[in-house]
């Protein structure tokens, strides 16, 4: 009731990364790298816009090398090709075991997906803002897996979708469209949550790590590699799985059939 | 409360909050030790189930965990996107 538009601005603004606020030490939402001024509206370029762009750039640069090395492909794989023919036949066994044979044609959606946070998660390693800790990108590819999940359920259910929220009793309604809307919510936050928590225990560890006598200064050689193992590979790597499975889970869940 | 700064005020108060969020960890940490267990009992059951087991065990630490992620990112905002310091008068 009392929340100023001021106030708002400054919640989101922080955590979709507008700086608002520039006084924490820590680092911990993105840089505006220039302000761009299109049809009267301001765009903020930030970190994350920047570094999704390289990262973009990087994959779709490896995607056209591998369409051309394609055509040279042969019946019995060599070199390149069995890398990527394990890659694609593990997505694929993966989203068979997820949704059905039937919905298989899941998988070119769901690559890409993989992709894209896989190297966003794992961009920390290479000293940047991993952009899936910026609440902007993990909701924007949650809004796809939302928009799937009800246009899978319209397209396959027909009327028994809409007829799917009076159930098991139509006083329920709200809570059932409070549950659908839940679901992005949850999925988004928990990326965001993790990799932004990973980055951000990571920049304390390299605050202190630069503070220690210089006695202790032994500790700099093995701590990070190990902790950003755990926070970046590892966590990254989860995640990205935990994400794609829900994703499947649900639309799988509204697919009628 | 004279020559109290109402700022300095929400900002402890908000730094006792974030700390208070954090509390959320506790439930995600016993449950997903306890699914973790749980998976462990099935593997010990059933070796060749090994990859199922662990995938869905995955899942389900992945969902309760979230109620941990929610509270983080309460304990977020409280410290670095203070919606409260907006409110003070003055």
């Known amino acids: 009731m009392g929340l100023h ?33 299109i049809g009267g509206i301001e765009v903020w ?8 762009w390289i990262i973009m750039a990087a994959l779709i640069l490896i995607a056209l090398i591998f369409r051309i090395k394609m055509k040279n492909y042969k019946y019995k794989p ?30 070119n959606w769901f690559f890409g997906v ?36 009800h246009f899978m359920g319209i397209w396959t259910g027909k009327g028994s979708y809409f007829k ?7 006083v329920l309604l709200p809570i059932n469209i409070i549950s659908e809307l839940a679901t992005p919510i949850s999925l988004s936050f928990r990326l965001f949550g993790n ?20 006695i202790l200064k032994i500790f700099n050689i093995g701590v990070p590699s190990a902790l950003h193992l755990y926070f970046d590979v590892f966590a990254g790597c989860i995640q990205t799985v935990i994400f794609v499975m829900l994703s499947m889970t649900f639309i799988k869940d509204k697919i009628a059939d | ?70 509270g983080l990112v309460v304990a977020m905002i409280l410290l670095f996107a203070n919606p409260l310091v907006g409110k003070i008068a003055g």
């Open chain 1, 164 to 170: 799917g929220y009076l159930e098991p009793i139509p």
């Open chain 1, 78 to 107: 060599e070199g390149s090709q069995n890398v990527i023919e394990l890659i694609i036949e593990s997505m694929d066994s993966f989203v068979k075991s997820a949704m059905s044979e039937k919905y298989a044609y899941f998988g």
């Open chain 2, 1 to 70: 409360m004279e020559g109290l700064d109402p700022r300095a005020f929400v900002l402890g108060c908000s730094a006792i909050g974030a700390g208070l969020a954090m509390i959320a960890g506790i439930g995600p940490g016993i449950g997903q030790g306890f699914a973790a267990g749980k998976g462990a009992e099935a593997v010990g059951r059933q070796p060749e189930a090994r990859g199922t087991i662990t995938s869905t065990m995955l899942l389900g630490c992945a969902v309760a965990e979230s109620t941990g992620i929610y």
């Open chain 1, 195 to 214: 990799i932004l928590g990973g980055m951000i225990i990571m920049g304390m560890v390299y605050m202190a790590l630069g503070n220690l006598p210089s």
């Open chain 1, 5 to 37: 538009l001021l106030e708002v601005k400054s919640l989101v603004g922080h955590l979709i990364g507008w700086n608002t606020n520039p006084s924490s030490d820590l680092d911990v939402e993105s840089r505006i790298i220039e302000k761009l001024h």
């Open chain 1, 114 to 149: 993989f992709a894209l946070i896989l190297v966003s998660n794992l961009s920390g390693l290479l000293g940047f803002r991993p952009p899936t800790a910026d609440l902007c990108t993990t909701a924007a590819i949650t809004l796809t897996t939302f928009v799937l999940i």
């Open chain 1, 45 to 52: 370029i930030s970190e994350t816009v920047v570094n999704t």
